[in-house]
């Protein structure tokens, strides 16, 4: 299209396309090696039940630590992962470590592992978890998989049958990022997963624009009458988290409480996290 613009204007785009072109590349090529290098690891972040008051596990989120570019975000790299073929390893290494490390938490603690689409595509997927789940030796009951909309634009039967044989191991299914998918609310009846993650975006603008605040209070209420618990994603204040309190979410997860923290930190926010939170605010004021 860029040519059929005239000259001008393919001139004007090249250096861009071709940046943004070379950093892909130059990506790709170091993503192919990173594993065998070593350079993944993993953060945690808390995630808090509201009505137990208290810390009741962690999402994992990994982490590209590139020798020259320094913390890669996910993502940024996680598609090209996805593209290249190599998102199967690496989601393997990541629900094997996970699982290795939540081993060493108390008892009560559960485990969330974010799914890419196409790694849940792969017809060994559930062969995958359970090989984790058995090395590890964690309880199933402990894992809860979150898993986005987009597994459901391919083959609704192999993601329903891939669904159903992961329950049947006692693994727990969320719904991450809910509410910003293209797909229709119908998935929702055909599989009952066991949580729904209202998306950040909601969370942001619960506390000030009404259409967010509704689709908040919708998603709720959807969940309690489908027997799923809720969870918000991305509080950041305490004026979200009482409102999401307030709307009888069941679990909040955000900055408020912690940032991700890599695994020398997890035994801390524990400590920290286990009696109730206190806002920094409260906290300073307190002391
Ligand atoms: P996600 O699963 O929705 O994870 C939540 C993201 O929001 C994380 O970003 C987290 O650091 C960030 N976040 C948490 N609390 C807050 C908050 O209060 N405010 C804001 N603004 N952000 C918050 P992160 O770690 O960069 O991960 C981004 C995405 O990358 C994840 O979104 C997930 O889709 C993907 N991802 C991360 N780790 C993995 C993985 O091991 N496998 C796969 N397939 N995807 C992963
Ligand atoms: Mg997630
Ligand atoms: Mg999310
Ligand atoms: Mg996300």
């Known amino acids: 299209r860029a040519k059929m613009e005239g000259r001008g204007t393919w001139r004007f785009f090249e250096p861009a396309m071709d940046a943004s072109l070379q950093r892909r590349r130059a990506i790709e090529l170091d993503l192919r090696e990173a594993m065998v290098k070593d350079e993944f690891s993993l953060f945690y972040q808390p995630l808090y039940d509201l009505h137990l008051d208290r810390i009741c596990g962690f999402e994992a989120l990994l982490r590209w630590h590139h020798p020259k ?14 593209e290249i073929g190599l998102i199967g390893p690496l989601g393997e290494w990541v629900l094997n470590r996970a699982c290795e490390q939540a081993t060493t938490w108390p008892s009560e603690m559960k485990l969330a592992v974010n799914v890419s689409a ?22 199933p009951r402990r894992l809860e998989l979150e898993i986005t909309e987009s597994v459901f ?10 669904l159903h044989k992961l329950k049947a191991q006692g693994v727990r299914i969320a719904l991450d990022d809910f509410g910003t998918g293209y797909s229709s609310l119908s998935y929702l009846r055909s599989f009952p997963f066991d949580k729904l993650k209202i998306d950040k975006s909601f969370v942001r603008d619960a506390t000030a624009t009404h259409g967010s605040k509704s689709i908040v209070r919708a998603v709720i209420s959807l969940g309690r009458s489908l027997g799923m618990t809720t969870i918000a994603e991305g509080i950041e204040t305490v004026e979200q988290l009482d409102h999401m309190r307030a709307e009888g979410c069941n679990e909040a997860q955000g900055f408020l ?15 920290e996290l286990r009696n109730g939170f206190k806002p920094a605010s409260v906290k300073a004021m307190a002391s």
């Open 69 to 82: 570019r320094g913390l890669v975000p996910p993502d940024q790299f996680i598609p090209i992962a996805e």
């Open 153 to 162: 634009l391919a083959n609704s039967n192999e993601t329903l049958a891939t």
């Open 257 to 271: 409480f912690s940032h991700p923290v890599p695994v020398t930190e997890i035994a801390a926010k524990i400590l």
């Open 118 to 139: 196409v790694q849940f595509r792969d017809a060994d997927f559930t062969d995958v978890v359970v090989g984790a789940l058995a090395t590890s030796k964690l309880s």
